[in-house]
Structures are given as C-alpha cells and as structure tokens.
C-alpha cells in the first residue's frame, strides 16, 4: 500500500510541538528536516541543533483522511499544511540501511540486530523495533536509556509502561533489573518486545508482557518508566503513581518543555527535570519514604 505525507514547516522553537502534534494523530513515523539550506554544526548547544526553518513530516496509512487529520491539528499549522501520495516501497529496507549502533551510556550501547556491536565488551542491546516505536533514535527515547544506565540498580523491579519496541525493558534487565512488566495498549508493541527480549536473552522468567487491561492494579515497582505523550501521562497518573513502592523512582518521558508544569500539577510527587534535549524533557520523581 501506499502512503500519505503530511508536512508543516515551522520554524525550530514549533518543531517539537509540530512533531508531537502529528504523533497524536497517529502518524506511523515524524521526520524532521532542513527547510531552507542552512548547515549544522557539531557541538551546537541544545536550542541550535534544529534547522531555523524546520520541515516536519508525518508519514500516514493511504486511506487516512486528510480533512479530519487538518482538523484535528492545532489551527497554527492548518494553513501550511502540505500532503502527498508517496509510492510503496520497502521502507523497512531503507530505514535499515541508515539505522546505526548508537551509544547512550559509558557502557551502554544500542545495536540493530543486523549489526556487529563496535564494543562486544559493553552492555549492547540487539534491537529490531519492527512496526514498534523505540528505535532510541527520539530525544524521548535516548533520554529515558541514558538516565537507566545510572538509575538502574541490582534487584530493581521495573515497570516500562507504554513499551513499545521493549527496549527500555530490556535495557533495564540487561543493566541488572531483577524483572521487568512491560505494558502497551498496541498489540505490535507487545510482539515487538517480546522479540526484542529474547533477541537479548533476557526473556525467561524476568519478563512479563501484557496488555494494560490485563493489570490487577495491585503491581509494585522499585522504578516504573512511562515514555509516552504529555496527555496520556497526565491521565495515567494515578496508574502510575499506585506501582511505586516507598521511596520508588518515577521516570516520564514524551514531555515538551512547556507541558512540564500541566505535568506536575496531575502527579502527587515532586518532579524534577532529569534531562533535556531538542524541546523533550525527562521528569524525574521519587515515592515518599525508603526503600527496605
């Protein structure tokens, strides 16, 4: 089948909320790119990494309807919005030529499973995210597996809530996790994860993967990590704040700079910002009390 590529040119403060906006409305991937020939350079500071005028493009199913996907936009980026019928192709083929092993921690690396890891000696995780979002290409996504590699202790029950491809699950098994419970509402994500953990060894007994509604609302963790989007997070407060067991971490990720107060006001615990990179924030909180 064929696709629908919806564009919206913004400048580089929009670009994140531009990218958030067309993930909301369900767009399968979001690219961002140049939109008027102006070079980058490495080790610019953070609010220089994106183009001044920035193209954002969401890649959408044929038959999605485009006037219903305008309306639901926000109305600054209606008038801009540009769309065409892309021609099948392998995708899947041209992505993985250009997906690399990438490096988020001293000793933590993420290597597509087609891939010989540039450090065997390291914490390599062997990734195939399939149809699954959590490539750790995503500022959300690099965020949530930086911060694991110095949050992750020993013995760590760990809650990757909103799963995706699995991989913060199974980086947290891999960084010494004693068990993990990954959870999605999309059925891709769970196959996804399930494959990805046995790629990295780390499904037998130490993995439990499950539907949302397949909770019994009686699970604990020592660390629960929830990259999602900044509206389902504030929905999904209570959920998330019942699994922490005293003095639990609480790791949220998909976050704008500016939903970080919307954010705060729905959680009963402190959030302090971890990290920022590219307009996402990662919000760090802690349960009350000591863990035993």
């Known amino acids: 089948m064929g696709w629908l590529q919806v564009r919206l040119n913004t400048r580089a403060e929009q670009a994140p909320a531009a990218e958030a906006a067309l993930l909301e409305c369900g767009a399968v991937s979001v690219t961002l790119e140049d939109n008027a020939d102006q070079p980058l350079f490495a080790g610019a500071e953070p609010e220089q990494r994106l183009w001044q005028q920035t ?51 001293e000793r933590l690396w993420l290597c597509p499973s087609w891939l010989t890891p540039p450090d065997p000696e ?43 491809s699995g991989v913060l699950g199974v980086a947290a098994l891999k960084l010494g996790a004693a068990s993990v419970l990954a959870t999605d509402t999309d059925l891709q994500a769970l196959t996804a994860t399930w494959a990805n953990a046995e790629r990295n060894g780390v499904a037998n007994g130490q993995l439990k993967v499950c539907h949302p509604d397949e909770l019994s609302g ?31 971490r609480l790791l949220l990720s998909g976050i704008l700079r500016e939903q970080v107060d919307a954010l705060r006001a729905a959680y009963p615990i402190k959030l302090d910002i971890a990290c920022e990179q590219d307009g996402w924030v990662a919000l760090l909180g802690k349960a009350p009390g000591e863990q035993p």
């Open 218 to 248: 009686s699970e604990q963790a020592d660390l629960v990590v929830a990259n999602i989007l900044a509206g389902p997070l504030c929905e999904l407060a209570p959920v998330l704040t019942g699994m922490l067991v005293p003095g639990a």
């Open 55 to 105: 193209r954002v493009s969401g890649l959408f199913p044929a038959d999605s309807d485009l006037d219903g996907l305008r309306a639901a936009l926000p109305e600054a980026y209606r008038d801009g919005l540009q769309a065409e019928l892309l021609e099948d192709k392998d995708w899947e083929r041209e992505w993985m030529e250009h997906y690399q092993p990438r490096q988020f921690a």
């Open 122 to 164: 390291a914490i390599n995780i062997m990734l195939d995210p399939g149809l699954a979002f959590g490539t750790g290409t995503h500022p959300t996504t690099a965020m949530c597996l930086a911060e694991l590699a110095v949050r992750v202790t020993p013995g760590d029950r760990v809650v990757d809530f909103g799963c995706g």
